[in-house]
């Protein structure tokens, strides 16, 4: 049965590589949410100290992200199986951190695993979901054998067409399986190779899959501060969500800067771009203070993230005669079951 497991592993994580998605690492990172779900520690964790079915789990959840789950000819699932309740896009998305819940194994060769994925987009949004499968393993029939054997030679050949490290790696790694299993050990998937892989690879069974945002307490957030007659010269460039990150983010001024600009009658526009998810049962609020991390009694209006979306938060910020501080900060507050919490502040001035 190990051999089998790790079988399957193999060439589900060779077929993740050339799908752009790849497991990176497993992490402790998203300990605190373990500690919210469970109550328990969470200690950093190595994709090595896995047990082969653990790592399959955790694969298994990354190609379907990438949408090739049910394309593989050894993953049998059945569409009602599934209850994925997390709408990202996972095709610009790659995994940061895992952390592995509980993972158990039952005699008769089915495993059931639950976990917490943490990944991230190139602009810094960062995705948190509560993932559970349940899945069992089964040697294939001869059919099953020859269809596997022929997709095994496929990806050989995708693999001659990517670069030298992949051909490297894959190569050393078929080299690795044929020593194991009394082969000719020449690197070189051929066709007494795949029959033997083909053999030796198990079907998976996968019986439940259900994936759940995790809204963190204290989302995380990046606050930028452009001159207001900036964003009126150019609105469209300024005013698309997310995919406006980039050109606020050139625009955004330094304390310094805003310091020389900062004169009555001279307006900016505040831009709250949340990295986290937040939930959209929680009150967001903007407030300018001359403090850090203080609530003022004249916050901006209640503002409410749309299920499943990273919020971008805008307020215009006005300079008045009674504006004298050393210092000026914005902070961002959100309302727990009982008061507001402040999740960040940033010092503009």
């Known amino acids: 049965m190990k051999k089998i497991v790790y079988s399957a592993l193999f ?22 949410f373990k500690n919210r779900l469970s109550g328990g520690a969470c200690e950093r964790v190595d994709a090595e100290r896995l047990k082969p079915a653990s790592r399959l789990a955790v694969t ?25 309740k997390n709408p990202a896009d996972y095709s610009s998305f790659r995994t940061q951190n895992v952390v592995v819940l509980s993972f158990n194994e039952t005699p ?8 917490l994925c943490e990944s991230m987009d190139r602009l810094g949004r960062i995705d948190v979901s509560s993932n559970r499968i349940v899945f069992a393993l089964r040697q294939p029939d001869e059919t099953e054998e020859a269809r596997l054997a022929k997709e095994i030679l496929d990806t050989a050949k995708i693999v001659e067409t990517s670069d030298a490290q992949v051909r490297r790696g894959f190569k050393e790694a078929v080299r690795e399986y044929q020593k194991a299993n009394g082969l000719a050990a020449d690197g070189s998937m051929g066709k007494k190779t795949a029959r033997s892989f083909s053999q030796t690879t198990s079907i998976i069974e996968v019986k439940e899959m ?15 501060v452009l001159p207001y007659d900036v964003i009126a010269a150019a609105p469209a ?23 020389k600009l900062a004169v009555p009658g001279k307006k900016f526009v505040v831009f709250v771009y949340f990295l986290d998810r937040v939930s959209p049962g929680n ?20 503002r409410y993230a749309e299920p499943g979306a990273w919020p971008v938060i805008t307020e215009i910020l006005s300079v008045d005669e009674t504006m004298e501080p050393e210092k000026l900060f914005i902070n961002v507050f959100i309302k727990g079951k009982f008061m507001y919490s402040c999740i960040a502040s940033c010092q503009i001035m």
Do not use: W
Not at 25 to 32: F, I, K, R, S, T
Not at 60 to 84: C, R, S, T
Not at 237 to 247: L, P, R
Not at 290 to 296: G, I, L, Q, R
């Open 11 to 32: 060439l589900m994580s060779v077929m993740l590589t050339y799908s752009c998605s790849t497991m990176n690492e497993l992490g402790g990172n998203v300990a605190g």
């Open 108 to 115: 008769n060769g089915s495993f059931s695993q639950d976990m």
């Open 283 to 302: 009150a967001i609020r903007v407030c300018v203070s001359e403090s850090e991390m203080m609530y003022t009694d004249e916050p901006g209006p209640s």
């Open 210 to 224: 259900k994936s759940q945002i995790v809204y963190p307490d204290k989302p995380r957030s990046r606050i930028c």
């Open 60 to 84: 298994a959840f990354e190609m379907e992200k990438a949408g090739l789950l049910e394309a593989f000819p050894y993953v049998h699932i059945n569409p009602q199986a599934k209850d994925l």
């Open 237 to 259: 460039e300024f005013n698309k969500g997310y995919e406006s990150f980039d050109a606020v983010r050139r625009k955004a001024l330094s304390p310094e800067d805003f310091k």
